[in-house]
């Protein structure tokens, strides 16, 4: 039992089309990564700018409406 010219063309388009599949799959993956890498490096910015600030920047230093609630200042 040999190969028939139209098995051998059906195996060329079918390896053709796996060879895209594969591409496509590879493209997608690297597209993924470039995002994943991005996303890191915003969060390690993030990390970065949240250890440098002062804890107490969180919060108002000038108390204009809770001295009503609160009058002793400490």
Same mark, same amino acid.
């Given at each position: 039992?040999?190969?028939? +010219? /139209?098995? &051998?063309? =059906? $195996? #060329? &388009? !079918?390896?053709? =089309? !796996?060879?895209?599949? *594969?591409?496509?799959? %590879?493209? %997608? *993956?690297?597209?993924l990564q470039?995002? *994943?890498?991005?996303? +890191?490096? $915003?969060?390690? #910015? &993030? &990390?970065? *700018?949240?250890? #440098?600030? /002062? @804890? !107490? #920047?969180?919060? @108002?230093?000038?108390?204009?409406?809770?001295? /009503?609630?609160? @009058?002793?200042?400490?």
């Amino acid at each position: 039992m040999g190969y028939h +010219e /139209d098995d &051998q063309g =059906s $195996l #060329e &388009q !079918l390896l053709e =089309s !796996l060879i895209k599949m *594969v591409g496509k799959a %590879n493209k %997608n *993956v690297d597209s993924l990564q470039v995002r *994943v890498r991005q996303l +890191e490096s $915003l969060i390690r #910015e &993030q &990390q970065i *700018v949240v250890k #440098e600030s /002062d @804890p !107490l #920047e969180i919060y @108002p230093r000038h108390h204009h409406h809770s001295t /009503d609630k609160f @009058p002793l200042h400490l």
